[in-house]
């Protein structure tokens, strides 16, 4: 039986001897079995040292000179010692003298629970927050022969509240002589560089070593780019032109890039450089919002604009000193489906720009004023004139422009009033309504 520490450990730690009688020079005996290390070898009841003998494969123990005839040699071969369900005080080493295992936790149990099982425990009367529950050390010797912490594991309590514990962990490393905390894991946070310190943080993928940088010195992030020249900047060769190198979206159609697309070309062709899509945007005619293109043409195709004029003369507008509106019944261009019912309906609140041009017949001396108004939600904006002409004008063309400040749905529209005498003024086909959004 080899010695053990303990309650009986399973297995227990056994030994087997067997005696064997030499002949004349006989270097070789054959034994039953045993670990290698494990073997002790008695020649005449003399221990032999590891250099008298060679124990490697398992089954022979070869004598490095030869017996002499009816000597007796004795082998024993033991099994590994054994410590069970013991506690130590104080420290304990285990040290060897090569790079092999110092410390092997093994478990044979078939089922799905964890093991083996390595607990630091902190078994504290007190405990509480910011104490440490357990350290892992790595310590060499630096080049004056002092050990040194080159980098530690560690845990800590965050929130020692029962019901509510918290924990964190944190590994450090020495960076020029002070330690640091390169990484920490809490309940609500991962933070890499801790200590904020000029450690930049790089993430390599199969073909860029530098995927995702942070130059810490110039608090600057890249994307494909090892030394970013701006606060972020993504570098990339998607290859094809058609193909983005970014892609911002919220749940947006991938066939189509919905969302915001970037792509690398910038060569006067008409590649797209800057082109924002919407699958389901408020305007709701295609899927374009604004495009950049390589030649430095910028299109919008759903800004609100339009230009109207009547679909047929307008004859003998009123003469009582009350508003009519002119009607616009022929749409040259309205790229938003916003003008309808003689009135265009603001898509978005913005300042938007106008342009009235009316063409007058007929024009009567007589009036006591003409007054054209462009009527939104917010306010009119007047023009007006005394048509004494000394008689009565064949054609006037009277024109101005404003630019107004409208509310989503707010609607603008033109009107037209004539004061006493005739009615007998005629408005063109030649007149026209245009507008658009400024901002």
Not at 119 to 132: E, I, K, N, T, W
Request: hydrophobic share 40%; with cysteine.
């Amino acid at each position: 039986m080899a010695g053990y520490l303990g309650a009986t450990p399973v297995p227990q730690a056994t030994q087997h001897r067997e005696s064997f009688t030499a002949t004349s020079g006989q270097t070789t005996f054959a034994t039953a079995g045993y670990t290698a290390g494990f073997v002790d070898v008695y020649l005449n009841g003399s221990h032999l040292s590891p250099a008298d003998f060679t124990a490697t494969n398992g089954s022979d123990v070869v004598l490095a000179s030869g017996a002499s005839a009816d000597d007796v040699c004795d082998i024993i071969s033991h099994s590994a010692f054994e410590i069970n369900a013991q506690t130590f005080t104080g420290t304990t080493t285990m040290s060897t003298t090569d790079n092999s295992e110092n410390l092997i936790l093994k478990s044979t149990d078939a089922d799905a629970n964890v093991g083996p099982r390595l607990v630091l425990q902190r078994d504290s009367s007190s405990p509480a927050d910011g104490d440490s529950t357990g350290k892992i050390e790595f310590t060499s010797d630096n080049d004056a022969g002092e050990a040194t912490v080159f980098t530690t594991i560690r845990s800590e309590i965050d929130d020692a509240s029962n019901g509510s514990e918290d924990g964190q962990v944190k590994f450090d490393m020495i960076v020029g002589g002070t330690q640091l905390t390169m990484l920490r894991f809490k309940k609500d946070e991962v933070v890499l560089n801790d200590g904020e310190a000029d450690i930049d943080f790089r993430v390599e993928s199969d073909g860029n070593p530098n995927m995702l940088f942070v130059d810490a010195a110039e608090n600057r992030v890249g994307i494909g780019h090892a030394a970013p020249t701006v606060p972020f900047a993504v570098s990339a060769n998607p290859g094809a032109v058609a193909t983005p190198v970014a892609w911002l979206h919220n749940s947006g159609n991938v066939a189509n890039y919905d969302g915001v697309v970037i792509s690398s070309v910038n060569d006067g062709s008409d590649a797209e450089v800057l082109h924002v899509r919407a699958n389901n945007n408020t305007y709701s005619n295609g899927n374009s919002l604004m495009l950049v293109r390589g030649d430095g043409a910028v299109t919008m195709p759903l800004q609100p604009a339009f230009l109207v004029q009547p679909a047929s003369q307008q004859n003998n507008i009123g003469a009582d000193g009350n508003l009519d509106v002119v009607v616009f019944g022929a749409e040259r261009f309205d790229q938003n489906a916003d003008f309808g019912s003689n009135v265009f309906t603001a898509p978005v609140a913005g300042k938007y720009h106008f342009n009235v041009n009316l063409f007058l017949l007929n024009l009567d001396s007589a009036a006591t004023y003409y007054s054209i108004r462009l009527i939104t939600n917010n306010r009119a904006y007047y023009f007006e004139f005394d048509p004494d002409f000394g008689q009565d004008a064949n054609r006037f063309n009277f024109s101005f422009s404003v630019l107004a400040d409208m509310a989503a749905t707010h609607t603008a529209g033109v009107q037209i009033l004539q004061t006493n005498s005739t009615s007998q003024t005629d408005i063109a086909i030649e007149s026209y309504f245009s507008g658009h959004l400024v901002a």
